[in-house]
T-cell receptor, first 111, second 114 residues
Framework: GENVEQHPSTLSVQEGDSAVIKCTYS??????FPWYKQELGKRPQLIID?????GEKKDQRIAVTLNKTAKHFSLHITETQPEDSAVYFCAVLGRAGKSTFGDGTTLTVKP | AAGVIQSPRHLIKEKRETATLKCYPIPRHDTVYWYQQGPGQDPQFLISFYEKMQSDKGSIPDRFSAQQFSDYHSELNMSSLELGDSALYFC?????????????FGPGTRLTVL
């Protein structure tokens, strides 16, 4: 089955700095890569996604880049704010829509 | 806009009891997914249904079963509950036939097994 690795597991940045989280996957047939933000006890919330036919996608302060050859994709958050503090999960969509999640990154943005 | 509904939101059970979790997908969505998220863990895929038929199966214990009904709502039945079953259970839905892969998550059911 799909194997997804996410790094780092924890990330602490100063407000205004950038944060980068990286994920690698194993199945070259995977073609959809969402990123979720999850606050404690709440549902995963989609923040950005990318399909395999695109190399980069940006939405305001958030961007995702995909390297299909190397089988990795990254989340970039610029001008971080304290409310960006949460756990971030990458996911890879396999057959029948099954999502395999990374282990998560706890992002802390210090004011 | 209507979202995914899950009930109950919280459930407390004793070991060896049974539990039934319900999920009502977004209207017209054709696919339902169930995930289990233990404390400090990532969501683990359990099972999915497309048009009321099981479409994929993940790490779902044999003690668990699920189905999707004619009105598209889904139920996750859990028997012989163990302490390790305590977790957040999320249901998600999507409109697979539209070509969109986005899964919309419900608020989750927090199951506590004592």
């Amino acid at each position: 089955g799909e194997n997804v690795e996410q790094h780092p597991s924890t990330l602490s940045v100063q407000e205004g700095d950038s944060a980068v989280i990286k994920c690698t996957y194993s199945d070259s047939a995977s073609n959809y890569f969402p990123w979720y933000k999850q606050e404690l006890g709440k549902r995963p919330q989609l923040i950005i996604d990318i399909r395999s036919n695109v190399g980069e996608k940006k939405d305001q302060r958030i961007a995702v880049t995909l390297n299909k050859t190397a089988k990795h994709f990254s989340l970039h958050i610029t001008e971080t704010q304290p409310e960006d503090s949460a756990v971030y999960f990458c996911a890879v969509l396999g057959r029948a829509g099954k999502s395999t999640f990374g282990d998560g990154t706890t992002l802390t943005v210090k004011p | 806009a209507a979202g995914v509904i899950q009930s109950p939101r919280h459930l407390i059970k004793e070991k060896r009891e049974t539990a039934t979790l319900k999920c009502y997908p977004i209207p017209r969505h054709d696919t339902v997914y169930w995930y289990q998220q233990g404390p400090g863990q990532d969501p683990q895929f359990l099972i999915s249904f497309y048009e009321k038929m099981q479409s994929d199966k993940g790490s779902i214990p044999d003690r668990f079963s699920a189905q999707q009904f004619s009105d598209y709502h889904s139920e996750l039945n859990m028997s012989s509950l163990e302490l390790g079953d305590s977790a957040l259970y999320f249901c998600a839905s999507s409109l697979w036939t539209s070509g969109s892969n986005e899964q919309f998550f419900g608020p989750g059911t927090r199951l506590t097994v004592l």
